[in-house]
């Protein structure tokens, strides 16, 4: 779905925050002594990898369905077809 922007920000669409690849880009850690902080690293990695495993089930959710609407979609042609009469010149 296409996000929806009114005056630069996410606009009402309902669906919980989800982290963009920008954000992945542009992020930046607070520094350390020794780099930067594992705990902070770790935590984001694991915001990351929830959001990527959710849009998965949900890839997953909607090729099944994809599936499911092509095998109704051909079965009612297939039964159309069969109760079509011929047309023989006659509207």
Known sequence: MAQVYRSGQPYGTGLPHRT?????????????????DRDEVRGFLADLADDLADLYRQLSLLDQENGRLKRALRDWQTMHARECRPNRGHW
């Not at 520094?31 to 930067?36: E, F, L, N």
């Open 20 to 36: 963009t690849p920008h954000e992945v880009r542009t992020r930046e850690f607070s520094p350390r002594r020794r780099g930067v």
